[in-house]
């Protein structure tokens, strides 16, 4: 089945950069047929897709445009994990977030979900 | 404001049958991208219920089902529980979103 667990701080000051951390286990980060994402949740913005990587014979990633400028999503493989870094956060930024697994490429469906860290922007 | 549109809650007694609608447009749903249902319960991880329109993952009672038509796709819920009380969310591919995985703004079960 495979499980994803997330780190990181729950609150950022506002221009820092927020950082997360989600460790896999179940399946390599650098399987062929998966792809990591990162997902947010706020009440003004509900369920919002951020990004995610994926390896194909090499690393590739897509970003959302309202983040796209800001936004870095990186495998380890050595921790067989991945990252999310957002710069110059605001308080817009506060939300739940989420890292997310999606199987294969058979379905583009969200198959496991991280447990979810909710993130304040606040001096 | 959701892509995805769906009512912002539904009820039903236990025993019931509960539909909750996802609405899309010809850039997503109706472009014949896969919808996707996911079942939430605040506080914990989401978790998938049905994929590609109508499958349902291991472990996922057949009280829940998915179809999909045209510019939209529904989950249906049978023999209604106590614990399906929660929040539901569908989820598709839009191919002219600024975020091209996208979910509808959720509906929340209420079970009387």
């Known amino acids: 089945q495979g499980q994803l667990q997330q780190s990181g701080p729950g609150l950022v000051r506002p221009s820092q950069t927020l950082s997360l951390t989600c460790a896999i286990s179940?399946?390599?980060?650098?399987?062929?047929?998966?792809?990591w994402n990162w997902i947010r949740q706020s009440p003004s913005r509900g369920l919002e897709w951020l990004g995610r990587i994926y390896y194909r014979s090499n690393w590739y990633n897509n970003y959302a445009d309202s983040v796209k400028s800001r936004i870095t999503i990186n495998p380890d493989t050595a921790k067989n994990q991945f990252s999310l870094q957002l710069e110059s956060v605001t308080p817009e930024d506060t939300a739940v977030y989420y890292c997310a697994w999606v199987k294969s490429t058979d379905y583009d469906a969200f198959d496991v979900w991280g447990q979810g860290t909710m993130v304040t922007v606040s001096s | 404001q959701s892509v995805l549109t769906q009512p912002p809650s539904v009820s039903g007694a236990p025993g019931q049958t509960v539909t909750i609608s996802c609405t899309g447009s010809s850039s997503n749903i109706g472009a014949g991208y896969d919808v996707n249902w996911y079942q939430h319960f605040p506080g914990t991880a989401p978790k998938l219920l049905i994929k590609?329109?109508?499958n349902r993952p291991s472990g996922v009672p057949d009280r829940f089902s998915g179809s999909k038509s045209g510019t939209s796709a529904s989950l249906a819920i049978t023999g209604l529980q106590g614990e399906d009380e929660a929040d539901y969310y569908c989820q598709s591919y839009d191919n002219s979103a600024s975020a091209n995985w996208v979910f509808g703004g959720g509906t929340k079960l209420t079970v009387l």
């Open positions: 179940g399946d390599s980060v650098s399987t062929n047929s998966a792809s």
């Open positions: 590609g329109n109508t």
